[in-house]
């Protein structure tokens, strides 16, 4: 009851690092990392006060040569005739390594969600119902939710347009068929905001270690400014098209009469010209088609 170590077995005396009779002189909290102090005292109080009559708990323990080491503790009071504790049992199974592999496998996966949070491409991923498993910041923000709210809903839930919607799943249907990505899908998408987007689209199928495809990973580029342009670009292309199409009419038709009467000219009064007259004639005429070729140049 206060604490010092009746009994160990050689395999706690190889986990401590102390010997079995280095251990005997001992209390737990010697071998009890001060962090986990209050923690363990807790426990025993609750078995001493009769609250629990054994207990399951997880620390970390300060081995002989100074580094720790995680324990799984099962603790239970064994109770003497005057219904209290006489002394106590516990179990101890070293769980160190998976405790390593546990911490490796976390900061992995906050590594992985700064990545796709910090990336500027919108990302998601879907199971093989099209229903939303994750997705990156970017992607929460235009569907209007947490990252983790978005799990279990599917594109109806979300601010697209049924059409929208009904296309993505569409094109998520196709790519886990067919077990090939489809790059560069130009769709449009109806966000939170009430702002209609302009995405550049990649989905490609997820498969499981069997190469079964499980599901479907999704990224997107917003380009709505680009496509603006391109719009905008087209347009003026287009009224530039229609201003040398009314140009071209309106120049053609007295450039042709001009080379017309000065070849008529030329053909019956040429006998009755002059040498400088005949000259500005030819001018006339060279001068007037070689406006209708930069014209014809123009609308090419």
């Known amino acids: 009851s206060e604490g010092y170590f009746l009994n160990v077995n050689e395999a706690f005396c190889r986990f401590s690092g102390y010997a079995r009779d280095e251990l005997l002189r001992m209390k737990v909290a010697d071998v009890t990392y001060s962090g986990d102090l ?7 109080r609750q078995l001493i006060c009769g609250e629990s009559q054994a207990l399951d708990y997880r ?3 300060l081995r002989k040569w100074g580094d720790l080491a995680w324990g799984h503790v099962s603790l239970a009071a064994v109770v003497g005739d005057q219904g209290q504790p006489d002394y ?3 179990l101890v199974l070293d769980i160190t390594e998976s405790k390593r592999i546990q911490e490796q496998i976390r900061e992995s996966r906050q590594m992985l969600r700064l990545v796709l949070d910090y990336i500027p491409q919108h990302v998601f991923w879907k199971d093989c119902d099209s229903v939303f498993c994750g997705c990156n910041r970017n992607f929460a923000r235009v569907a209007g939710v947490a990252p983790h709210d978005l799990i279990g ?8 347009t049924p059409e929208e919607a009904e296309f993505y799943r569409e094109c998520d249907r196709r790519v886990m068929a067919a077990g090939v990505p489809e790059l560069h899908i130009i769709e449009t998408q109806l966000q939170a905001d009430g702002k209609k987007a302009w995405l550049d689209t990649n989905k490609i199928p997820m498969r499981d270690n069997t190469g079964k495809v499980v599901g ?3 990224t997107f580029d917003d380009i709505t400014e680009r496509k603006l342009a391109e719009d905008e670009l087209l347009r003026i292309n287009r009224e530039l098209d229609a201003f040398a199409c009314t140009v071209s009419h ?9 080379i017309s009467y000065a070849e008529v000219l030329q053909g019956l009064y040429g006998s009755q010209l002059d040498e400088q007259g005949l000259e500005c004639l030819a001018k006339i005429e060279s001068q007037g088609r070689r406006m209708l070729a930069v014209m014809e140049d123009l609308l090419v």
Request: no cysteine; charged share 30%.
């Open 38 to 44: 209050e923690k363990t005292a807790e426990n025993y």
């Open 153 to 160: 809903k599917t594109d109806f839930e979300l601010p697209w």
């Open 216 to 218: 479907i990973l999704g």
């Open 88 to 90: 106590y049992v516990g």
């Open 59 to 61: 620390k970390r323990f």
């Open 250 to 258: 309106d120049l053609r038709t007295p450039l042709t009469a001009i």
